[in-house]
């Protein structure tokens, strides 16, 4: 059932087109991921769908009956009271019902009769509307966000900014609306909380849109991927990893069709311009009102290739001795609470070191500590190599003055820029026209993350300290700074929760955890592995084989044996039934190749200027593709299921 219909969608700001012919639709089931880089219109497409802004052109129509959950990368906790009231505030009735069941615990403490009363009436009336169950259900919910059952009463006034993002994502989660749309959901979140919403997300029954620059995340729970481009917005019914391969496919055809157009135009030109005069005039002008009419074909709108040409590149450095820093009885607390204690860590040169663990577990805290900057009641030492030239990069961003515009920024860090230079400098991070010139006060996340990097690779860096530096950055970005870091020949010790840059940039792995620190020595991909085998359920040993005994006059079976004697038939025809299903799926895909290789043989040949039937062909060839797509998914899952 279709619960969000998008059609022909246009909208841009100050005369500038932002996004147009934006058409798609999500049913019930569907987990459709919303990817583009930064700055293509990501958010405001999902505050367009929630109704909160109006397109230029277009209409986004969400089933009438149909409840909406939106959360916003800007999280702004409204509810008053407790951490639980607010995560019930979905809830009206029940949360009403609650005030009043505890004003009234409060006034039975007089024992008057009336009182008491009262506490009854408002006891029976929380049952009827199921609190007791709802609180059950939120509690649970809450832990698996990082709410221990204790911080359920504190208020909300006291809690962090990522705090409040994750209780905001849990009030939108609770209430379990038919449309859930998600915009960042795992910026606040650690590796374990990222686990458990994946698995949420991909059970969910719901219709889900979610924008997110984590491509582990995205390939975990998306089953179709929506590409935002100025132009229009491409349709996959792929997860992420397998659309970024399937639009490359794409892309070479729809460049293979206008280059063919391309050449048919110049030759008809070259016609046109020879023959105008001569023998052949009104060849040459019938060709000329030919190309007149003819439908020009556009070249294909690549959105990531702009985003692609940012430079994340380290300036040479001098080398380090090999041993880089020699940490021992590292200890820390915060607050009261003790974080870690006796943390030694050998750190070799060329080493990249992922800190890893849950939210608040002291991974910054021993981040800080390691590269000299953890406060004066810390305990251990940090015995520093020779020759360090040290970059740290802080996930709060406090490396970068808001006061000042980004050409600024760069010349605090190297004076001898004139403003021009600082200007070429910031356009190897996609800072063009006039965004040098602009205050950082008014730069989005992604862009001080960007403006940040570049500070931080303007001096020769030997040893780098990153705090979450994927936070803001969006899929190409990471990816280039992925690079960046493993071709990097200096030593590295980064926090983050971005599995994919985790898994390609670490050689070796600290784990960061309540019950203690843990170094491992694989790298994070490595780690995960160990991790799933350790976690999972153990293998039932075989069935011991028993001698066999003397054969027995059968009795008469009971019900309960018949009624699994049906079972079982009814088990052996499904098998059956997959089975033939397997073979017609094999038939049908041999088939539908065949005919696909032969569309696209079509393809590839010129097509005398009938691009019309060319059009319809590349369509029939891109449907005929997805169709085959789907039967693969089918065969794969029953092959699997009979395996």
Same mark, same amino acid.
């Given at each position: 059932?279709?619960?969000?219909?998008?059609?022909?969608? +246009?909208?841009?700001?100050?005369?500038?087109?932002?996004?147009?012919?934006?058409?798609?639709?999500?049913?019930?089931?569907?987990?459709?991921?919303?990817?583009?880089?930064?700055? =293509?219109?990501?958010?405001?497409?999902?505050?367009?769908?929630?109704?909160?802004?109006?397109?230029?052109?277009?209409?986004?129509?969400?089933?009438?009956?149909?409840?909406?959950?939106?959360?916003?990368?800007?999280?702004?906790? +409204?509810?008053?009271?407790?951490?639980?009231?607010?995560?019930?505030?979905?809830?009206?009735?029940?949360?009403?019902? +609650?005030?009043?069941?505890?004003?009234?615990?409060?006034?039975?403490?007089?024992?008057?009769?009336?009182?008491?009363?009262?506490?009854?009436?408002?006891?029976?009336?929380?049952?009827?509307?199921?609190?007791?169950?709802?609180?059950?259900?939120?509690?649970?919910?809450?832990? +698996?966000?990082?709410?221990?059952?204790? #911080?359920?009463?504190?208020?909300?006034?006291?809690?962090?900014?990522?705090?409040?993002?994750?209780?905001?994502?849990?009030?939108?989660?609770?209430?379990?609306? #038919?449309?859930?749309?998600?915009?960042?959901?795992?910026?606040?979140?650690?590796?374990?909380?990222?686990?458990?919403?994946?698995?949420?997300?991909?059970?969910?029954?719901?219709?889900?849109?979610?924008?997110?620059?984590?491509?582990?995340?995205?390939?975990?729970?998306?089953?179709?991927?929506?590409?935002?481009?100025?132009?229009?917005?491409?349709?996959?019914?792929?997860?992420?990893?397998?659309?970024?391969?399937?639009?490359?496919?794409?892309?070479?055809?729809?460049?293979?069709?206008?280059?063919?157009?391309?050449?048919?135009?110049?030759?008809?030109?070259?016609?046109?311009?020879?023959?105008?005069?001569?023998?052949?005039?009104?060849?040459?002008?019938?060709?000329?009102?030919?190309?007149?009419?003819?439908?020009?074909?556009?070249?294909?709108?690549?959105?990531?290739?702009?985003? *692609?040409?940012?430079?994340?590149? /380290?300036?040479?450095?001098?080398?380090?001795?090999?041993?880089?820093?020699?940490?021992?009885?590292?200890? =820390?607390?915060?607050?009261?609470?003790?974080?870690?204690?006796?943390?030694?860590?050998?750190?070799?040169?060329?080493?990249?070191?992922?800190?890893?663990?849950?939210?608040?577990?002291?991974?910054?805290?021993?981040?800080?500590?390691?590269?000299?900057?953890?406060?004066?009641?810390?305990?251990?030492?940090?015995?520093?190599?020779?020759?360090?030239?040290?970059?740290? /990069?802080?996930?709060?961003?406090?490396?970068?003055?808001?006061?000042?515009?980004?050409?600024?920024?760069?010349?605090?860090?190297?004076? #001898?820029?004139?403003?021009?230079?600082?200007?070429?400098?910031?356009?190897?991070?996609?800072?063009?026209?006039?965004?040098?010139?602009?205050?950082?006060?008014?730069?989005?996340?992604?862009?001080?993350?960007?403006?940040?990097?570049?500070?931080?690779?303007?001096?020769?860096?030997?040893?780098?300290?990153?705090?979450?530096?994927?936070?803001?950055?969006?899929?190409?970005?990471?990816?280039?700074?992925?690079?960046?870091?493993?071709? /990097?020949?200096?030593?590295?010790?980064?926090?983050?929760?971005?599995?994919?840059?985790?898994?390609?940039?670490?050689?070796?792995?600290?784990?960061?955890?309540?019950?203690?620190?843990?170094?491992?020595?694989?790298?994070?991909? *490595?780690?995960?592995?160990?991790?799933?085998?350790?976690?999972?359920?153990?293998?039932?040993?075989?069935?011991?084989?028993?001698?066999?005994?003397?054969?027995?006059?059968?009795?008469?079976?009971?019900?309960?044996?018949?009624?699994? /004697?049906?079972?079982?038939?009814?088990?052996?025809?499904?098998?059956?039934?997959?089975?033939?299903?397997?073979?017609?799926?094999?038939?049908?895909?041999?088939?539908?190749?065949?005919?696909?290789?032969?569309?696209?043989?079509?393809?590839?040949?010129?097509?005398?200027?009938?691009?019309?039937?060319?059009? *319809?062909?590349?369509?029939?060839?891109?449907?005929?593709?997805?169709?085959?797509?789907?039967?693969?998914?089918?065969?794969?899952?029953?092959?699997?299921?009979?395996?």
């Amino acid at each position: 059932m279709t619960v969000l219909q998008v059609g022909n969608v +246009r909208f841009g700001y100050a005369g500038e087109l932002l996004f147009d012919n934006v058409t798609f639709s999500v049913g019930a089931g569907d987990r459709a991921a919303l990817v583009a880089p930064n700055g =293509a219109g990501k958010s405001t497409l999902l505050r367009i769908v929630a109704g909160e802004i109006e397109p230029d052109a277009g209409m986004a129509v969400i089933r009438r009956d149909a409840t909406v959950g939106y959360y916003r990368q800007s999280h702004e906790v +409204r509810a008053e009271g407790d951490v639980l009231s607010a995560f019930l505030s979905g809830f009206g009735e029940v949360l009403e019902k +609650r005030t009043a069941l505890h004003e009234a615990q409060e006034g039975a403490a007089s024992g008057t009769k009336e009182a008491l009363d009262k506490l009854a009436r408002a006891e029976d009336a929380y049952q009827l509307v199921r609190g007791d169950a709802l609180e059950r259900e939120v509690s649970i919910l809450a832990e +698996r966000l990082g709410f221990a059952p204790k #911080d359920l009463a504190r208020p909300v006034g006291s809690l962090s900014g990522g705090e409040r993002g994750r209780l905001t994502l849990g009030t939108i989660l609770a209430k379990k609306p #038919d449309l859930l749309l998600l915009d960042e959901p795992t910026n606040h979140l650690d590796l374990d909380t990222i686990a458990w919403l994946e698995s949420f997300i991909a059970s969910y029954k719901g219709a889900v849109v979610v924008v997110s620059h984590d491509r582990a995340f995205l390939d975990n729970v998306s089953n179709q991927t929506l590409e935002l481009g100025s132009r229009g917005l491409r349709v996959y019914p792929l997860a992420y990893s397998a659309y970024y391969e399937a639009r490359k496919d794409d892309l070479a055809r729809e460049r293979a069709v206008l280059e063919r157009q391309q050449a048919f135009i110049e030759k008809t030109e070259d016609f046109i311009r020879k023959n105008i005069a001569g023998q052949k005039t009104k060849q040459a002008q019938s060709r000329r009102k030919m190309l007149d009419k003819l439908d020009r074909v556009q070249g294909p709108e690549d959105v990531w290739n702009v985003a *692609e040409r940012i430079a994340f590149r /380290f300036a040479p450095a001098a080398r380090t001795g090999d041993i880089v820093l020699d940490a021992k009885d590292l200890g =820390a607390e915060r607050g009261g609470r003790r974080l870690f204690s006796d943390v030694s860590l050998l750190i070799r040169r060329g080493e990249k070191i992922g800190v890893v663990g849950p939210n608040g577990a002291g991974k910054s805290t021993l981040l800080k500590l390691l590269a000299g900057r953890g406060a004066e009641a810390d305990r251990g030492t940090v015995k520093r190599g020779t020759n360090l030239q040290e970059g740290y /990069f802080d996930q709060h961003l406090g490396e970068v003055d808001t006061a000042n515009t980004a050409v600024e920024e760069v010349r605090r860090v190297r004076a #001898d820029f004139t403003v021009e230079a600082a200007r070429q400098y910031l356009a190897r991070f996609r800072f063009w026209g006039d965004d040098p010139l602009r205050s950082v006060g008014g730069f989005s996340g992604g862009e001080r993350s960007r403006l940040a990097l570049a500070k931080l690779l303007l001096e020769p860096r030997n040893l780098l300290f990153l705090d979450e530096p994927t936070n803001h950055l969006d899929i190409p970005a990471a990816e280039i700074l992925e690079e960046a870091i493993s071709g /990097f020949e200096g030593t590295v010790i980064l926090v983050s929760h971005d599995r994919r840059f985790l898994e390609n940039t670490t050689t070796r792995v600290i784990s960061v955890r309540p019950e203690g620190v843990d170094v491992y020595p694989g790298n994070f991909k *490595e780690l995960s592995a160990h991790v799933a085998k350790k976690n999972a359920p153990p293998e039932e040993p075989p069935p011991e084989k028993k001698a066999p005994k003397a054969p027995l006059k059968k009795p008469e079976p009971p019900p309960e044996a018949r009624q699994s /004697f049906e079972q079982q038939k009814q088990v052996a025809r499904e098998k059956e039934r997959k089975k033939k299903r397997v073979k017609e799926l094999e038939d049908l895909i041999s088939a539908g190749e065949k005919k696909l290789e032969a569309l696209r043989e079509v393809l590839r040949e010129d097509p005398g200027g009938d691009w019309a039937k060319l059009a *319809e062909r590349a369509k029939e060839e891109q449907s005929l593709a997805k169709r085959i797509e789907q039967m693969m998914d089918e065969w794969t899952r029953l092959s699997e299921t009979e395996a």
